[in-house]
Structures are given as structure tokens and as C-alpha cells.
């Protein structure tokens, strides 16, 4: 299989690109090396493939890469929190624009498979049972609760506590950041760009990712990132709210697999979205304690408080991906953080932290 991979020098795209050449694949790779997660240079790792350094919001570039082309692996994207909402129309302009930009190239070059790199951030909170009203949307957290130290969101109806459940794909979704918004954009492009030509997508909604060729020192990075940068300067990571947020960490070799089986499996019809996930939830507070043991560091600092695009547990169901697709990961927590305290990580990112 001829495959184009978007993104394809980035933390997960360059793990992807690597396992489809092992699996005897070829690839096309394109990168526009955004400076929010890339050094000055392209990165050792990626240069094995040759990469074509380029937009993928450029027509006429999609056009000749897609010649001869099967299947189109889309990861790339500007990822992250952000800083402000001044980030919001590069979020559009890379994420959706540049998605449909594709997507119309793959419909001149006869490319019907699509695998879109989605993001549990969709789901805004995660799934919540109240012990009187079963299954229930959690009520807004407010400032003064979260100023309190009451983090836990509560039952509409009664205003109990609610018991973190397994989100499941067909879960209500709820973006709350820019970031989160563009990527549910994505699935949506890529939805009707299914109706229309008859394509087939799989979404693969990525939980809390982590592992080597992570970008480090940036806004954008994710949170294992963010503690490792830390304690490398010998600083305690600071962890928000309680430290008892919930997340499923899941190591980015096992994404990349999800992309492998996702790329070979039976097209599905229309757009299938997936969690891509541990199964093992931990928390936050987990994630620092464990990476701050692995590096012989200093303890986790809980400084409270909560960032406004927060939420509090995100716990994800696997069943679908392992019915799907066969997939299941095979890095555990303990294993994989502390792998990942002597990971290579990229450069510095050219936008300071």
C-alpha cells in the first residue's frame, strides 16, 4: 500500500511513517514543520523518509502528492491548549481548512480511504452517572466551586457528586477549547466528504498520547511533556486542580499500531470513530508522582486552581477500537513513563514557552 502521510514529521505522524515502512508499506511523507512543535531543523528521525516540507492547504502540492497514492494517513494539525483565543483562526486555517483542502485533493485523485488522527478533546467532559438519575451531562463546575476545592462536577437534577463512567464513541460531544472545536470540525468535513464520494474514514480520537519525539519547552505540548521539561530543570511538575483528574494515557507506538490496523482492516462504511486508548486509566497526579519517581526528581507540587478549557475525568471505552479493529495497547503506564523519562524528545520549539 501507497500511503500519504500528513504531518508526517511530527511526535505521532513520524512514529506512523516509521511503522508502515517496517510493515513493508511506502510512504509519502509532508510536514509543514510548524514552529509551535518543531526546532529549527527536521528532526533525525524523519529524515529517513525523504519528507517533502510543505502545506498541506496548498492544492497544487496535494495534487502531485497524491498520484499513485492508497490511502491518506492525516495527522497533521496544531495541536494543543493554545495560548489565547488570538490562536483560534491558525487552528481553523491548519486543522479545518487545510482538512478540507485535502479532502477535496483526494476526491480529484480517486482516494477514498482516509484515517483522520481525531482527539478525545470532542467530548469536552467525560461520562458521568449520578447514584438517583442514572447517566446525566454534569452541571457547568463553577469558579467559586473550583476556587473551593471542589472539582468533581455534580448532577443537574439532585447537585451530587457524579461518578466518572467509560465514555463510548457515541457520547454527546462537547468541545471547549479552540483546539477541541477544530478537530470535531475535522470528523465533520471528513463525515460528509464520506456521504458525498462514497469514502470511508476512520476517526481515531486519541487519548492523552505520550512517549518519544514528543515536542518539549512549548505552550502546545502535551502535559507529560510539560512535567518532563520541569523536572529536567529540576523544578517540581505543578499539577492543577487536586491532581485526581482522570485520564487515560496511551504511549504513542500503540497509536501508531491503531493507524497500522486502521489503514488494513475492512473500510468501513462512511466515517467510524474510534478511542485510541490505554484502557488504564490513571491520574494526572499519577502521570507526575511516576515520571518524578523515574527521573529521581523532586515531588509534584498541587497548586489548585483549573485552566478554562479543563475538564475533569476523560475515561475512555476501548471496547470499540478492540471489535473494530483488533486493537488493544501493549505499553502499560509504569512501563511506558518510565520509558519515557530518557525518551529522545525534539528540539526546543521555535515559538518560547
Not at 486493537?327 to 513513563?337: E, I, N, P, Q, S
Request: proline share 7%; with cysteine.
Amino acid at each position: 500500500m501507497r500511503v500519504l502521510v500528513t504531518g508526517a514529521a511530527g511526535f505521532i505522524g513520524s512514529q506512523v511513517a516509521d511503522l508502515l515502512v517496517a510493515e513493508g508499506h511506502q510512504v509519502v511523507c509532508l510536514d509543514a514543520l510548524l514552529p509551535q512543535a518543531h526546532g529549527g531543523a527536521l528532526p533525525e528521525w524523519s529524515r529517513r523518509h525523504d519528507p517533502v516540507i510543505g502545506d498541506v492547504r496548498d492544492p497544487g502540492l496535494l495534487d502531485d502528492l497524491l498520484a499513485g497514492v492508497d490511502a491518506v494517513c492525516h495527522q497533521a494539525a496544531m495541536v494543543g491548549h493554545g495560548l489565547d483565543p488570538s490562536d483560534a483562526p491558525d487552528y481553523a486555517s491548519h486543522n479545518d481548512y487545510g482538512t478540507a483542502v485535502l479532502l477535496a485533493a483526494m476526491h480529484r485523485a480517486g482516494v477514498s480511504r482516509l484515517v483522520l488522527a481525531s482527539s478525545m478533546v470532542v467530548y469536552g467532559e467525560g461520562r458521568y452517572g449520578c447514584a438517583r438519575h442514572g447517566v446525566v451531562r454534569p452541571a457547568p463546575r463553577r469558579a467559586a466551586d473550583l476556587a473551593a476545592g471542589r472539582y468533581d462536577p455534580t448532577c443537574p437534577e439532585c447537585g451530587d457528586t457524579l461518578a466518572a463512567l467509560l465514555v463510548p464513541e457515541d457520547a454527546p460531544l462537547e468541545p471547549r477549547s479552540t483546539y477541541a472545536a477544530s478537530k470535531l470540525a475535522q470528523e465533520h468535513l471528513a463525515a460528509a466528504w464520506a456521504r458525498q464520494t462514497g469514502g470511508a474514514v476512520w476517526a481515531l480520537r486519541y487519548h492523552n498520547v505520550y512517549g518519544p519525539r514528543m515536542p518539549r519547552d512549548t505552550p502546545y505540548a502535551g502535559v507529560a511533556s510539560i512535567f518532563r521539561s520541569a523536572l529536567a530543570d529540576g523544578r517540581s511538575p505543578r499539577v492543577y486542580e487536586d491532581g485526581r483528574q482522570r485520564r487515560d494515557f496511551v504511549h504513542v507506538t500503540d497509536v501508531a499500531r491503531a493507524n497500522l490496523l486502521a489503514l488494513t482492516a475492512p473500510v468501513p462504511d462512511g466515517l467510524v470513530s474510534l478511542n485510541v486508548c490505554s484502557g488504564e486509566p490513571h491520574t494526572v497526579g499519577d502521570l507526575a508522582a511516576a515520571l518524578a519517581s523515574a527521573m529521581g526528581g523532586p515531588a509534584p507540587v498541587v497548586v489548585g486552581g483549573a485552566r478554562a478549557a479543563d475538564v475533569r475525568h476523560v475515561v475512555a471505552d476501548p471496547g470499540r477500537a478492540r471489535e473494530l479493529l483488533g486493537y488493544t495497547a501493549r505499553v502499560g503506564f509504569l512501563d511506558g513513563v518510565a520509558a519515557f523519562a530518557t525518551d529522545p524528545l525534539r528540539d526546543p520549539a521555535a515559538v518560547a514557552a
